[in-house]
Structure formats: C-alpha cells, structure tokens
C-alpha cells in the first residue's frame, strides 16, 4: 500500500472521533510528510498535536518513511485549492476563484455543495467600455447559476476578502 493510502488508512478512526476530515497528504519521498486537516468547525494546534502523535507511532519502524523523516500536520490554510466536498460544504457564502477542468475560469458565490456537485452564482465580469460619445444606460447581466460536478472543477480557492 502506497504511503499517501496508509496514513490516510491509519488516520480514519481517530478523524472520526476527533469529528475531523483529511482533506490532503503530500509526501517528499520518504523523508517528509505533510498532513493537512480540517472539521466543520475548524482544527485546532492541539488537534494536529495528536494527529502528529498518532502518526509517528504508526510511522516510526514501519518502512514507509527514512528514520530521519519530517512530519507536518496542519490545516489548508485558506489560500489552498479546496480538495474534498466537507471543505466546499463548510465554505457556502464565500466567493471561489475556480479553474474549470477544461480551463475555464471563473469567479463565483458557492451557494450550495453536496458530495457530489457544488451550485455557484456566476459573478459576471463588467463588460469592457469600447465607444465613446453619449452615455447608454447598460443593463447588468443577470447572474448565472451553475452546478459543477467535482470532476469538473480543476482548481477552487476562496477568495479573500481584505477589509
């Protein structure tokens, strides 16, 4: 079993009891392993602490990794792809920079998620001024709702909003 699997093996009863959800695993050969964590609720420093714990027990003597290894447990961070559906259903509201799997991008309102699709509402782009002479009144485009399946979507970050 390729490591990536097995941690994520190891780690699914104590997500569950913790009310947590593995969103990614990325390893660096095998000397590092980061390990990234999220709950509906959020996940807190001590949470990763015995998500560490937990896993260098499993980890140490097992094969998988060197025995000079670097384990990183953490959570996505908000400026992370969104990769699992409890991260969209969690993020309803917020607004999506999303990268469509045939290289549409888009910027749209999530306002529904599921485990299998997300609804968004299209924030249309203004459209670009090209005549000069007497102002028009212009109408403003009425904004679109889309479902996208998960494999459709190719890259979804939250767009931050600074105040």
Not at 139 to 153: F, R, V
Request: aromatic share 4%; with cysteine; hydrophobic share 35%.
């Amino acid at each position: 079993m390729e490591l990536k699997e097995q941690i994520g093996e190891w780690l699914k009863p104590l997500m569950e009891d913790m009310n947590l959800f593995l969103v990614d695993v990325k390893t660096g050969g095998k000397a590092r392993v980061e390990v990234f964590a999220d709950g509906d609720m959020g996940i807190t420093i001590s949470q990763c602490a015995e998500i560490s714990r937990f896993l260098e027990k499993h980890l140490d003597g097992s094969g998988l990794v060197s025995d000079h290894y670097v384990l990183d447990v953490s959570s996505p961070g908000m400026d992370n792809p969104l990769k699992v559906p409890r991260q969209y259903k969690k993020r309803i509201g917020r607004i999506l920079d999303l990268i469509k799997a045939d290289g549409t991008e888009l910027e749209a309102e999530l306002i529904a998620a599921d485990d299998e699709k997300i609804k968004l509402r299209e924030i249309p782009k203004p459209e670009k001024k090209k005549k000069k002479g007497p102002k028009t009144e212009e109408k403003a485009e009425e904004p679109k709702e889309i479902e996208l399946k998960y494999s459709e979507i190719k890259k979804a970050v939250i767009q931050i909003a600074w105040k």
